[in-house]
């Protein structure tokens, strides 16, 4: 009897060791025809992917360390399913999505690794289309698509070290974010900082962040210095929900100080299983000389939930361009595995539509 009882102990605390950590593998696909033109230039037709939500691959675990503290990672890469291959089509699937491990507790969450930068993480969040697909937000596209000038951090940022603060604090959230330059001998060149702090409670929700990354040549537009800040929030009715963005990103380097301004309005409306997306946004590069080429654009969509997790989507977007702007509407849009952005024309417009599924 004596025997069975330590038998049974001994499963019991097993089990419970077991249930404190735990693997999990996730992802998505998402796949879409997709027609791309641009007035008195070209147009493509291709199956490209990520119109809705970023097709992706990841494993994340966690485990519980007790006491209210426990230990996590988080690796995610990118996949080009509409070729098989990974979304890096030059090195194949990694880990460039996300990669981290973390200590959390009731004092809040230290993370390191590559992972989204504050300010980005107001671009994405108050944006109807969630800077996915044809309907993207045009300061999106511009910042990722646009020959001449680049902010390797808009997104992510390798090397970071970041603190987010605990979620019981009535409803003030925020992180704060700093990215090791790793460069001998190059003192502070490709550094970076940055933080973001917000509210939300019931149907509000309100956030700014500021962006810094020293760049490794000043002299070069590929890695220049960037100041970026932004301010973005959310309002929901309940029958529609309203949210907007501003950015203002500053880049020093052979372009003079040149600033990108971009804002964004838009809103998401529950109809029946899905909802309609629409969005109209501008982006404005404010140069020393010259004209200062600017980019509008308006998009509409509609999603149709089949279940919780998959949907069926379809976008239209168009944009305009003046001063001597030439943004495509698929500017930097996917993972494609072959060449589909099209080569926009000065002071043209484009104009484009993604029909796909998520899952």
């Given at each position: ?350 104009s484009g539509f993604d029909l796909g599924i998520r899952l």
């Amino acid at each position: 009897m004596k025997k069975s009882l330590i038998a049974l102990a001994a499963l019991a605390a097993a089990g419970a060791a077991s249930a404190q950590s735990s693997v999990t593998l996730f992802g998505i696909v998402d796949a879409a025809v997709s027609h791309y033109s641009v007035s008195g230039g070209g147009h493509v037709t291709a199956l490209s992917n990520s119109g809705y939500n970023s097709s992706r691959l990841g494993f994340r675990g966690t485990e519980d360390l007790g006491g209210g503290l426990s230990a996590s990672f988080w690796l995610e890469g990118a996949l080009a399913n509409d070729a098989g291959q990974g979304g890096d089509q030059a090195t194949g699937f990694n880990f460039r999505r996300r990669s981290t491990v973390s200590l959390a507790g009731g004092w809040g969450e230290l993370r390191l690794g590559r992972d989204y930068t504050p300010t980005f993480w107001n671009m994405t969040v108050f944006d109807p289309f969630g800077t996915n697909g044809v309907g993207s937000n045009i300061g999106h596209k511009v910042k990722l698509g646009t020959p001449g000038f680049s902010d390797p951090t808009y997104v992510r940022s390798d090397n970071m070290v970041q603190y987010f603060l605990p979620a019981n604090l009535g409803g003030f959230y925020g992180q704060f974010s700093y990215a090791f330059d790793e460069i001998p001998g190059n003192q502070d060149a490709g550094q970076f900082y940055g933080g973001r702090i917000g509210f939300a409670s019931g149907p509000f929700n309100v956030a700014g962040a500021y962006s810094h990354r020293d760049g490794s040549d000043p002299t070069t537009d590929t890695n220049p210095e960037v100041r970026d800040w932004n301010i973005g929030g959310q309002w929901d009715f309940g029958m529609a929900k309203l949210m907007g963005v501003y950015d203002d990103a500053k880049y020093t380097g052979t372009l003079a100080d040149a600033t990108l301004k971009t804002w964004l309005i838009g809103g998401l409306i529950p109809v029946g299983a899905g909802e309609v997306r629409i969005s109209y946004g501008q982006t404005k590069l404010d140069v020393s000389a010259g004209d200062d080429p600017k980019s509008s654009q308006w998009a509409l969509g509609y999603v149709h939930n089949l279940s919780k997790r998959t949907a069926l989507y379809a976008t239209y977007a168009h944009v305009s361009n003046k001063g001597g702007a030439a943004t495509p509407v698929n500017a930097s849009i996917g993972y494609t595995a072959t060449a589909t952005t099209l080569g926009g024309i000065a002071n043209h417009s484009s104009s484009g539509f993604d029909l796909g599924i998520r899952l």
